[in-house]
């Protein structure tokens, strides 16, 4: 392995996992206070996690080209503008669900997920062949689970989270079938939080109230 690939890994995976670490500490945190009738919400390190987001998210967009992922980056391209998205929202309005703009645009999110998705999968066939590789059907689950669970967190449903662990298992599955150990490693620990994540949301709030606030 170069030692670039390397810088690339740790970089990506330091700051996926910093960005879920937060989220999940704010989302105990918040929990805790609810427990005593206290509503808290941690918009600013919410935004810093953001930001951890943002600094890793081109490490990974260049792991899946060298490794010819076409599914997984076209939509994990689009992360940058869910990033903006949410920094934008939380920034402006304190929690991202107030913003009736911010709403709006995370349905053209969704749906430019959707169209991306299937430019994606449409070079993705020509460019390797019609499923001649098992990464290629993992890469497809891990779309689809991301698909899922925008779907039902947009629906502020918590079952998205559980969606988003589905998402980070599919990950860890075709890192390691591409020997990126390291990255394949963080998705198991995102995907446990996101799994963690999911139990404080329904005690914090009914399952129908949960905000997007996670994603890949």
């Known amino acids: 392995m170069s030692t670039y690939i390397l810088v690339l890994e740790i970089l990506g995976s330091l700051m996926f996992l910093f960005h879920k670490t937060i989220l999940f500490l704010c989302e105990r945190k918040e929990h805790q206070l609810a427990k005593n009738g206290t509503q808290h919400f941690h918009a600013g390190w919410r935004f810093i996690a953001w930001q951890g987001f943002l600094i890793g998210l081109p490490a990974w967009l260049i792991i899946f080209v060298m490794k010819e992922n076409w599914i997984a980056l076209s939509v994990e391209g689009l992360g940058l503008l869910s990033v903006f998205l949410c920094m934008y929202g939380l920034w402006h309005h304190g929690k991202y669900e107030q913003s009736h703009q911010v709403a709006t645009w995370d349905r ?61 298992g599919s990950n860890l599955v075709l890192m390691g079938l591409q020997d990126r150990y390291i990255m394949a490693g963080q998705q198991g620990i995102s995907a446990a939080i996101m799994i963690a994540t999911f139990f404080f949301a329904l005690r914090k709030v009914p399952t129908n109230s949960v905000t997007q606030e996670i994603t890949t």
């Open 108 to 168: 053209r999110l969704f749906w430019a997920s959707v169209v991306s998705a299937i430019i994606g999968l449409s070079i993705s066939l020509w460019h390797i062949g019609v499923f001649t590789r098992f990464t290629q059907a993992v890469e497809v689950s891990l779309v689809g689970a991301y698909l899922a669970g925008t779907i039902l967190l947009s629906r502020k449903n918590a079952l998205g989270y559980l969606c988003y662990a589905v998402m980070n």
